[in-house]
T-cell receptor, first 113, second 113 residues
């Protein structure tokens, strides 16, 4: 059973461009979470999704950020019009229904120039 | 506001000794608490989960305690090895179905041979 997969592993964008981060959960996992880790800071919750539904987006900035987890395909975290402050490591985690343990992917390191 | 604190200073110990890491929290009543390990450039890896009605949990050389009165969890690694060197993260959750984890900043452990 492959672990959580994220791609790309590294992403460089110029200010104003769009960043698309992909997350494929583990097989059988229908819950996906996104976290952001800024340099020298802890992991911060962004959003929790189940298939085709956003369950909790309380950690998501109101503007420029969106997330989806379609019926088919990976979960996507989309950042429009990136700014330098968006530079961070973005981690995706997944879990099966009714299990609290979250299994993390290797992360996508976004650098905004 | 809700706050979770771990020792920001790195913990340096000699191989074979017991490492003890602390996690304190305020303004929060978590249903459970988890400990994760994170190596540089990688995603967190789940280690142990302890629920609010449990005092202690063990797994091989790892032991976690949870004191809801003191609002504190202690994480112990006995017979530590250089391979245990990593950053250890404490994470709290609300009720079982929120999915949202609140992470501490982590404590870096260095085990010297």
């Amino acid at each position: 059973n492959a672990g959580v997969m994220q791609n790309p592993r590294h992403l460089v964008r110029r200010r104003g461009q769009e960043a698309r981060l992909r997350c494929s959960p583990m097989k059988g996992h229908s819950h996906v979470y996104w976290y952001r880790q800024l340099p020298e800071e802890g992991l911060k919750f962004m959003v929790y999704l189940q298939k085709e539904n956003i369950i909790d987006e309380s950690g998501m900035p109101k503007e420029r950020f969106s997330a989806e987890f379609p019926k088919e395909g990976p979960s996507i975290l989309r950042i429009q019009q990136v700014v330098r402050g968006d530079s961070a490591a973005y981690f995706c985690a997944s879990s099966p229904p009714a299990e609290e343990t979250q299994y993390f992917g290797p992360g996508t390191r976004l650098l905004v120039l | 506001s809700q706050k979770i604190e771990q020792n920001s200073e790195a913990l340096n110990i000699q191989e074979g000794k017991t490492a003890t890491l602390t996690c304190n929290y305020t303004n929060y009543s978590p249903a459970y608490l988890q400990w994760y390990r994170q190596d540089p450039g990688r995603g967190p890896v789940f280690l142990l989960l302890i629920r609010e009605n449990e005092k202690e949990k063990r797994k091989e050389r790892l032991k976690v305690t949870f004191d809801t009165t003191l609002k504190q969890s202690l994480f112990h690694i006995t017979a530590s090895q250089p391979a245990d060197s990593a950053t250890y993260l404490c994470a709290l959750a609300g009720s079982s179905n929120t999915g949202k984890l609140i992470f501490g900043q982590g404590t870096t452990l260095q085990v010297k041979p």
